[in-house]
């Protein structure tokens, strides 16, 4: 079975500075993966996907992440980091079975003025 | 467009007692998934249902359960309520079961159970 580690419970920037957080995946065939960000008493909003198409994806927000086969990574970034992207951010994989998400423990990011 | 809508947003129960949730799809989308996200647990899924089918179930007890109308209108059951059953239960809806289909997620519904 798929699973999704994220590095980093919880994560401070300044804001202006760079933002990464952190997913490695275990799959045993290639994985479609997925960042949401989650506000407080919100549901998940996806923030951008990997289909295998491209491994450098863009997502809303100013967002990206690459995937990295060979590390089994899939690394969320932001060039500069904004006071409202304070959330909770969950990297998952899509199980190969259908409609179904495994999710990381999610990382909580915190922007400092 | 509207997105998923989910109701009620809160509920409180007390131990014993069964509660529903419901969970309205986007409009044209017909695969409905259901999770629990607790502090503990993180997100969890419970089951997912296409075209009033239930093709995938995670692994949470009997108590747990749901089912498709044909409007892809989806409910979740909770029996026997325990105090470990308050979380906030999120349904996402997509076109159909694929795995890279976006899923949209509602707002969710916040259970506590006293």
């Known amino acids: 079975a798929q699973s999704v580690t994220q590095l980093g419970s919880h994560v401070s920037v300044s804001e202006g500075a760079l933002v990464l957080l952190r997913c490695n995946y275990s799959?045993?065939?290639?994985?479609?993966l997925f960042w949401y960000v989650q506000y407080p008493n919100q549901g998940l909003q996806l923030l951008l996907k990997?289909?295998?198409?491209?491994?450098l994806v863009k997502g809303i927000n100013g967002f990206e992440a690459e995937f990295k086969k060979s590390e089994t990574s899939f690394h969320l970034t932001k060039p500069s980091a904004h006071m409202s992207d304070a959330a909770e951010y969950f990297c998952?994989?899509?199980?190969?079975?259908?409609?179904?998400?495994?999710f990381g423990a999610g990382t909580i990011l915190r922007v400092k003025s | 467009k509207a997105g998923v809508t989910q109701t009620p947003r809160y509920l409180i129960k007390t131990r014993g007692q069964q509660v529903t949730l419901s969970c309205s799809p986007i409009?044209?989308?017909?695969?409905v998934s259901w999770y629990q996200q607790t502090p503990g647990q993180g997100l969890q899924f419970l089951f997912e249902y296409f075209s009033e089918t239930q093709r995938n179930k995670g692994n949470f007890p009997g108590r747990f359960s749901g089912r498709q109308f044909s409007n892809s209108r989806s409910e979740m059951n909770v029996s026997t309520l325990e105090l470990g059953d308050s979380a906030l239960y999120l349904c996402?809806?997509?076109?159909?079961?694929?795995?890279?289909?976006?899923?949209?997620f509602g707002q969710g519904t916040r259970l506590t159970v006293v």
């Open positions: 409009s044209g989308h017909r695969s």
């Open positions: 990997y289909t295998s198409a491209a491994t």
């Open positions: 996402a809806s997509s076109l159909r079961p694929s795995l890279n289909t976006e899923a949209f």
């Open positions: 799959s045993s065939v290639p994985p479609y």
């Open positions: 998952a994989v899509s199980e190969a079975s259908g409609n179904k998400l495994v």
